[in-house]
Nanobody
Framework: QVQLVESGGGLVQPGGSLRLSCAAS????????MGWYRQAPGKQRELVAT???????NYADSVKGRFTISRDNAKNTVYLQMNSLKPEDTAVYYC?????????WGQGTQVTVSS
């Protein structure tokens, strides 16, 4: 069984920063990609950023230059550093881990950007 534990969400003012963490534990033998997705009220879940086991990254255009994804392979943990946050970044953020052929999702953490 695999568990993903997310942390780091919260309320922040526009222009502020937050750092999300997602730690994977359990029967994971080889993690391929890790990533972050988000879902705002009334909208579909969308990709925010992904990172491969080799460190290659991919970002949604809306977060390029503001968000940075990183991972610690020894700890099976993925991070999302979010800077210059905007109200439109408000959403539930979910981490995803791919350990082929399986995909695992975290429970989600709320990020609210508001003054």
């Amino acid at each position: 069984q695999v568990q993903l534990v997310e942390s780091g969400g919260g309320l922040v003012q526009p222009g502020g920063s937050l750092r999300l963490s997602c730690a994977a534990s359990g029967s994971i033998f080889s993690i391929n990609a890790m990533g972050w997705y988000r879902q705002a009220p009334g909208k579909q879940r969308e990709l925010v950023a992904t990172i491969t086991s080799g460190g290659s990254t991919n970002y949604a255009d809306s977060v390029k230059g503001r968000f940075t994804i990183s991972r610690d392979n020894a700890k099976n943990t993925v991070y999302l550093q979010m800077n210059s946050l905007k109200p439109e970044d408000t959403a539930v953020y979910y981490c995803k881990v791919v350990a082929a052929p399986y995909h695992y999702w975290g429970q989600g953490t709320q990020v609210t950007v508001s003054s």
